[in-house]
């Protein structure tokens, strides 16, 4: 059976599976995501980043685009980029601005191709990014109903054509489970058994069991999956989105 990769509070991940990396930590109690990430395909183009950065945390994630030439190279360097402006990324609109850049840049590429990036960074007091494809950020409270953070986004065009459109949101930080996905995992399974994995399980199992929920009784995923499970505590009062 294919093994997916855990990665415990790390910088980065790649291709190859069954290997852990775990990144520097801080003295932040805030948050401690599990990326793990799983090939449904003979090359995996999914691409994931954790980032503590002081108080608050990156989380990212990137799917390169399938049918197109370059996938994987337009997904590694869309969390390249984003681990590069890390300091720039100080709200929603700086988060827009990133992204732009990188669509210009991986546009400009002769070798890659085109990739989603959905975008989150996590303080005490508010969470905020941006986005462009079909990846999504949820976030998934204790109780009542989730909310889609990338409900708002523009699915094409992608990073990579040189037109893409980030869309930008921003929402207070609040107890629960923030969770960035690839459609390999939001395409192929509902909404009622990833909320309810989520806060079924702790982050490292949650995530394993999510990459579970959309495996074939073969053992193949129809696509590749990856996954961020970040535990999320209370921080200001809780609010609706807001989509810039």
């Known amino acids: 059976?294919?093994?997916?990769?855990?990665?415990?509070?790390?910088?980065?991940?790649?291709?190859?599976?069954?290997?852990?990396?775990?990144?520097?930590r801080t003295n932040s109690n805030l948050m401690k995501p599990i990326?793990?990430?799983?090939?449904?395909?003979?090359?995996?183009?999914?691409?994931?980043?954790?980032?503590?950065?002081?108080?608050?945390v990156l989380l990212c994630?990137?799917?390169?685009?399938?049918?197109?030439?370059g996938g994987t190279e337009a997904a590694n360097m869309a969390v390249e980029w984003v681990r590069q402006n890390v300091s720039l990324m100080s709200n929603a609109d700086f988060c827009v601005e990133v992204l732009r850049?990188?669509?210009?840049?991986?546009?400009?590429?002769?070798?890659a191709g085109e990739t989603t990036c959905a975008l989150a960074i996590v303080t005490p007091e508010e969470m905020f990014g941006a986005s462009v494809g079909d990846s999504g950020i949820w976030l998934i409270p204790e109780t009542g109903a989730h909310a889609d953070l990338t409900r708002a986004q523009r699915r094409k065009p992608f990073i990579g054509s040189g037109s893409a459109w980030p869309v930008p949101y921003r929402h207070p930080t609040q107890g629960g489970t923030l969770l960035l996905a690839t459609d390999g995992l939001f395409k192929y399974t509902s909404a009622e058994h990833i909320i309810g994995t989520s806060r079924e399980h702790?982050?490292?199992?949650?995530?394993?069991?999510?990459?579970e929920l959309v495996r074939y009784p073969s053992g193949t995923l129809p696509d590749d999956a990856n996954v961020?499970?970040?535990?999320?505590?209370a921080g200001e009062a809780e609010a609706s989105p807001s989509h810039l």
């Open 61 to 69: 994630v990137a799917d390169g685009a399938g049918g197109l030439s």
């Open 228 to 233: 961020i499970v970040c535990p999320v505590f």
């Open 202 to 211: 702790p982050s490292d199992v949650a995530a394993q069991r999510l990459i």
């Open 35 to 56: 990326l793990l990430t799983a090939a449904g395909n003979p090359e995996n183009q999914d691409r994931g980043l954790v980032i503590h950065d002081g108080p608050r």
């Open 101 to 111: 850049k990188m669509d210009t840049a991986i546009a400009n590429d002769p070798i």
């Open 1 to 24: 059976m294919p093994t997916a990769r855990t990665i415990l509070i790390l910088e980065d991940n790649d291709e190859h599976s069954g290997r852990m990396v775990e990144g520097k």
